[in-house]
């Protein structure tokens, strides 16, 4: 069983937390994140740390209790620091730019890709690399989801939009037959 829950969320510098019933309010400059926890969990702000406590003794409290304070500190990470997702465009003749609020994708399709960027992202496109940076774990990380559904690695040549890293197994080609 997962105790993550019991881990206090530390609240970093610059960072104001409020508590408005049941939502949890996290501020910094402009920037403004609320949680809502429809009252599943308890809590405290004590000083630089927000703790949260189980409603219930069931499995479902137990989830619950760990789940808002995973979500809260992604928010309290991605107003500190953001988060970023990198794609590596491989193929010949495939691009990608940056025209306003709008990514230009060529990939080798018979047009071209316009994907509108969501507000509060930032999408940075260096020769074959895509960098995308956010404040918001689960819009950065669906973000480069939907950009890399576009056109997948294939397994042949490795042409297509991968994460940066991520390891593609590559197939053997067509072999001929035996020969009698």
Sequence with gaps: MSRVGKKPVAIEKGIEVTVDGTVIVAKKNKLEKRLETHGRVGIAVEGDSVTFTKVGNDKTSSAYWGTYRALFNNIIIGLDKGFTKVLEINGVGYRAAVNGNVLTLQLGYSHEINYNIPEGLEIKVDKNVVTITGSDKQVVG????????FRPVEPYKG?????????????????????K
């Design 142 to 149: 669906q973000v480069a989801a939907e950009i890399r559904e």
């Design 159 to 179: 042409k297509g939009v991968r994460y940066a890293g991520e390891v593609v197994i590559r197939k053997a080609g067509k072999s001929a037959g035996k020969k």
